[in-house]
T-cell receptor, first 113, second 115 residues
Framework: DVKVTQSSRYLVKRTGEKVFLECVQDMDHENMFWYRQDPGLGLRLIYFSYDVKMKEKGDIPEGYSVSREKKERFSLILESASTNQTSMYLC????????????FGNGTRLTVT | RKEVEQDPGPFNVPEGATVAFNCTYSNSASQSFFWYRQDCRKEPKLLMSVYSSGNEDGRFTAQLNRASQYISLLIRDSKLSDSATYLCVVPATNAGGTSYGKLTFGQGTILTVHP
């Protein structure tokens, strides 16, 4: 079974802090994604990466950056956390082979106070 | 037309009922589709993949209509445990029609099955 692991289940940070959310997958997937999910807005793509050191902006990249130094790890960085970044953050990975689905981590619920 | 559009519901049905959700998509080049199920405060989990005209898995049937650009999910003999949000997912493609890994999610359809 594919396993996508997010480093924290719950996180509380202060406004202005730099925040790192880590995600690791164990299935050698080429593609990795960071989404945020908010009530009434559904899942929105922040960034994705289709290879090591490669990244593409998603629909809402402002205020975020990402890092993919190794194939299995994709980090989301909030350079200066703000209260409007309080959300559920979901990492996912996907193979390039055929019509592969997304596999999600169990999410990080971030609260910025 | 939005990339992916779902009726948000909520659908409230009694146990044993049959319920169907539709999802329309705008990119005619999309080749594969997915239905995910998401329980409250949990991550989405894959329910079914849809590659051709459709497929069936127990009480669940997914169908694809390429001409009208929609996919549907049919749940027969609903159980209380089917209560969840159902997400329609469509691969994004670039101008050349090539999928580059990105997927687009619908807003989700809320289903509540009551005794």
């Amino acid at each position: 079974d594919v396993k996508v692991t997010q480093s924290s289940r719950y996180l509380v940070k202060r406004t202005g802090e730099k925040v790192f959310l880590e995600c690791v997958q164990d299935m050698d997937h080429e593609n990795m994604f960071w989404y945020r999910q908010d009530p009434g807005l559904g899942l929105r793509l922040i960034y994705f990466s289709y290879d090591v050191k490669m990244k593409e902006k998603g629909d809402i990249p402002e205020g975020y950056s990402v890092s993919r130094e190794k194939k299995e790890r994709f980090s989301l960085i909030l350079e200066s956390a703000s209260t409007n970044q309080t959300s559920m953050y979901l990492c996912a990975s996907r193979s390039d082979r055929g019509y592969s689905p997304l596999h999600f981590g169990n999410g990080t619920r971030l609260t910025v106070t | 037309r939005k990339e992916v559009e779902q009726d948000p519901g909520p659908f409230n049905v009694p146990e044993g009922a049959t319920v169907a959700f539709n999802c329309t998509y705008s990119n005619s080049a999309s080749q594969s589709f997915f239905w995910y199920r998401q329980d409250c405060r949990k991550e989405p989990k894959l329910l079914m993949s849809v590659y051709s005209s459709g497929n069936e898995d127990g009480r669940f049937t997914a169908q694809l209509n390429r001409a009208s650009q929609y996919i549907s999910l049919l749940i027969r003999d609903s159980k209380l445990s089917d209560s969840a949000t159902y997400l329609c997912v469509v691969p994004a493609t670039n101008a050349g029609g090539t999928s580059y890994g990105k997927l687009t999610f619908g807003q989700g359809t809320i289903l509540t099955v009551h005794p």
